[in-house]
């Protein structure tokens, strides 16, 4: 397996291409230069992905729906981020100072990586560069009581869409619902699930995602939350400032976010 770091330099951001442990810096295409010598580890991480759309799918785990009473979809409920949500591994997401009700979902994210216009289910994974770890941060008042049945604002935070900490590349032998997914709150594990639990796979969503509309390259999909998550709990678990948040995705690695108080 070979993963994809997006790293700041001096020159501007890059990508280190890990192949067996090894780093190099990469071209535009994300070959590895062979005139350059190895690097370290990365240091400091820059999401991986610069998407021309974040497609975000609600209610796609069956435990999530059955913690939300919610009746499992006919279609994938689909709404969007901004870009301005976007922020990298062990980067501090801000709360923001109007919402009292932030709550962390743990997600697999699918980074499309030529584009797609009415692919079938069979051959979606062949438009995959590859998938990475998401967070998608959500204001539940905003989402579900103040913002008039649309979940953008809630959704739409600075930093709401935490990324990272690299891709792993996408093969044939790489099964996306085999993954394995885990959140810790403070070091408490709040969310253990397997993307085996998806009600709509990441083919059909992708799928269904190009039906009449042109993923570009780059485009992001977050596939859904199982569950667990803060609004869940009783009472409510929101998230408080000083918390960090840990979204393990087995075989992708980890992503950590602190919150910052209002």
């Given at each position: 397996?070979?993963?994809?770091?997006?790293?700041?330099t001096p020159?501007?951001?890059?990508?280190?291409?890990e192949?067996?442990g090894?780093?190099?810096?990469?071209?535009?295409?994300?070959?590895?230069?062979?005139?350059?010598?190895?690097?370290?580890?990365?240091?400091?991480?820059?999401?991986?992905a610069?998407?021309?759309?974040?497609?975000?799918?609600?209610?796609?785990?069956r435990a999530?729906?059955?913690?939300m009473?919610?009746?499992y979809?006919?279609?994938?409920?689909?709404?969007?981020?901004?870009?301005?949500?976007?922020?990298?591994?062990?980067q501090?997401?801000?709360?923001?100072?109007?919402?009292?009700?932030?709550?962390?979902?743990?997600?697999?994210?699918?980074?499309i990586?030529?584009?797609?216009?009415?692919?079938?289910?069979?051959t979606?994974?062949?438009?995959?560069?590859?998938?990475?770890?998401?967070?998608?941060?959500?204001?539940?008042?905003?989402?579900?009581?103040w913002?008039?049945?649309?979940?953008?604002?809630?959704?739409?935070?600075?930093?709401?869409?935490?990324?990272?900490?690299?891709?792993l590349?996408?093969?044939?032998?790489?099964?996306?619902?085999?993954?394995q997914?885990?959140?810790?709150?403070?070091?408490?594990?709040?969310q253990?699930?397997?993307?085996?639990?998806?009600?709509?796979?990441?083919?059909e969503?992708?799928?269904?995602?190009?039906?009449?509309?042109?993923?570009?390259?780059?485009?992001?999909i977050?596939?859904?939350?199982?569950?667990?998550v803060?609004?869940?709990?009783?009472?409510?678990?929101?998230?408080?400032?000083g918390?960090?948040?840990?979204?393990?995705?087995?075989?992708i690695?980890?992503?950590?976010?602190?919150?910052?108080p209002?």
């Open positions: 397996m070979e993963r994809l770091f997006r790293i700041p020159q501007g951001p890059r990508y280190l291409r192949t067996a090894r780093y190099r810096l990469c071209g535009d295409r994300f070959e590895t230069d062979p005139d350059l010598d190895e690097q370290p580890p990365p240091a400091t991480f820059l999401p991986p610069e998407p021309p759309a974040i497609f975000c799918i609600g209610l796609n785990y999530h729906a059955d913690e009473g919610a009746a979809p006919e279609y994938p409920v689909v709404f969007m981020k901004s870009p301005n949500t976007l922020t990298g591994h062990q501090p997401v801000a709360l923001p100072k109007v919402s009292q009700k932030v709550d962390y979902e743990g997600e697999l994210a699918v980074i990586g030529k584009s797609c216009h009415d692919v079938s289910v069979q979606a994974l062949d438009h995959v560069l590859g998938y990475t770890i998401a967070n998608d941060v959500s204001a539940r008042d905003w989402q579900k009581e913002g008039g049945g649309q979940f953008c604002r809630g959704k739409s935070f600075d930093g709401f869409c935490p990324l990272g900490p690299g891709l590349l996408a093969n044939r032998s790489i099964d996306p619902q085999t993954f997914l885990t959140t810790r709150v403070n070091g408490k594990q709040v253990a699930s397997n993307t085996s639990d998806m009600i709509f796979s990441v083919a969503l992708i799928a269904f995602l190009s039906q009449d509309t042109t993923l570009l390259p780059g485009s992001l977050l596939t859904g939350t199982p569950g667990g803060g609004m869940g709990c009783s009472p409510p678990n929101w998230l408080q400032g918390d960090r948040v840990t979204i393990g995705i087995d075989p690695g980890e992503l950590h976010n602190h919150f910052e209002a």
